[in-house]
């Protein structure tokens, strides 16, 4: 069973700064691999898919890079809208589980 | 415009059973897999199951296999989850969730806004 884990746990960053998140997975999930954010009170909201690939709606300022078993997800100039919680999660082998995620807060 | 609406959960003693309901619309359901992810009082997610658009691949996380069963009415544009044998580990939030393809190997592209169930005495 393939385990995603997500570094940091917390990040602290300024407005205007870049973010950058990190996923591992245990075993290479090709580029099966989503971003999420979740804001509190809501439900999960797809950023990323296929590793690099932006959903609908989302800004430029958000990216995805990564395959195998290395993935990263930038945020190049954060938002106040930004500061939220962000999840990976691989869709190549079931199970599909997601990384235990990565709180980015303002400094 | 997609739309995930979910119902059923609730209060429930340990070791009996619910029976959740996701009602889609603003897509064609029947082209779509579905999921059901979960996520306890202040945790992280949880993938729960999945099931495609024809009901030929379903899976189960092994938390809840053997436990939970997942289906879908394509004539009612409806997901279920039917949910036996109770633990207090399943209190969570119940989100369904639209994948973007026919099968369920593909990114979660749209949520619902969840039940709450509790399994409490």
């Known amino acids: 069973e393939i385990v995603m884990t997500q570094s940091p746990a917390t990040l602290s960053v300024s407005p205007g700064e870049r973010a950058t998140l990190s996923c591992r997975a245990s075993q290479s999930v090709g580029s099966n691999l989503a971003w999420y954010q979740q804001k509190p009170g809501q439900a999960p909201r797809l950023l990323i898919y296929?590793?690099?690939s932006r959903a609908t709606g989302i800004p430029a300022r958000f990216s995805g890079s990564g395959s195998g078993t290395e993935f990263t997800l930038t945020i190049s100039s954060l938002q106040s809208e930004d500061f939220a919680v962000y999840y990976c999660q691989q869709y190549n082998n079931w199970p599909f589980p997601f990384g235990q995620g990565t709180k980015l807060e303002i400094k | 415009e997609v739309q995930l609406v979910e119902s059923g959960g609730g209060l429930v003693q340990p070791g009996r059973s619910l029976r959740l309901s996701c009602a889609a619309s603003g897509f064609t359901f029947d082209d779509y897999a579905m999921h059901w992810v979960r996520q306890a009082p202040g945790k992280g997610l949880e993938w729960v199951s999945g099931?495609?658009?024809?009901?030929?691949?379903?899976s189960y996380a092994d938390s809840v296999k053997g436990r939970f069963t997942i289906s879908r009415d394509n004539a009612k544009n409806s997901l279920y989850l039917q949910m036996n044998s109770l633990r207090p580990e399943d209190t969570a939030l119940y989100y369904c969730a639209k994948v973007g393809g026919s099968v369920i190997y593909y990114e979660l592209d749209y949520w619902g806004q969840g039940t709450l169930v509790t399994v409490s005495s």
């Open positions: 099931i495609s658009w024809n009901t030929g691949s379903i």
């Open positions: 296929g590793a690099s």
